[in-house]
């Protein structure tokens, strides 16, 4: 008769949340994925070049995530939640009564750089996935394009109304500014050929803010 019973080097496995260290490995092959996607697109993407470059086996992104169309998607669903803050912020900003509508719009844009400069790839990520066509960019419009548009666009529009912004079109104005910085930032290896800025990333920051709080103006 077969012994059943655990061996002494470990308890038995618990059903239900998986545990810290398997949540961790998975985060780290989406950030892996993310990086991966972001320079090489959907199409030109392997789910062995994501093992490959993560340090695991594929069999691992299998059973995490079970295709590479799910993985890309569980990618997506990582970058909603690292840019959740960013428009609680804004919502927060909006109901803000002790400052000013323009003051509110700096203040939503002086935070979307600090994002960016916390995940730079990001601004990749979404430039290389904005050419997909089909139901990816749906995906994309989705859960990143309207969430994004449905809390800062009333802030600008906001600012407009009280006349401390130049009446234009608050959605063109908004995808200027934003990805202006995010593909600054995130292609700061291309700007390094013609100005030494991104060496220095403080004072890369630093500048980026003062044009981009001068175009307002």
């Known amino acids: 008769m077969t012994d059943k019973t655990p061996k002494s080097g470990g308890a038995p496995r618990r059903r239900g949340r998986p545990s810290a260290d398997c ?4 985060d780290n092959l989406l950030r892996t994925a993310r990086r991966t996607f972001a320079l090489r697109g959907y199409e030109a993407t392997s789910v062995r070049e994501i093992a490959r470059l993560a340090g695991v086996d594929a069999a691992l992104i ?17 970058i909603v939640g690292l840019t959740d803050p960013m428009r ?7 109901q803000d009564a002790t400052l000013g509508p323009r003051v509110r719009v700096e203040r939503a844009l002086l935070d ?14 979404f430039s290389t996935a904005a050419t997909e066509e089909g139901e990816r960019l749906n995906v994309l419009v989705d859960k990143l394009v309207r969430p994004f548009h449905d809390v800062f666009l009333p802030l600008f529009e906001d600012a407009m109304d009280a006349g401390e912004l130049r009446r234009c079109d608050p959605a063109l104005l908004f995808s200027l500014l934003t990805q202006g910085i995010s593909k600054t930032v ?3 290896h291309v700007l390094r050929a013609v100005s030494t800025l991104p060496d220095d990333p403080a004072r890369f920051k630093r500048e980026i803010s003062d044009v981009t709080l001068q175009l307002l103006r």
């Open 23 to 26: 949540a961790q490995g998975a």
């Open 62 to 78: 299998a059973h995490h995530f079970g295709s590479k169309e799910a993985l890309w998607l569980a990618v997506v669903d990582q």
């Open 88 to 94: 609680a912020v804004a919502i927060a900003l909006r």
């Open 112 to 125: 979307f750089i600090d994002r960016v400069f916390e995940h730079p790839d990001i601004g990749i990520f």
């Open 186 to 188: 995130a292609y700061s």
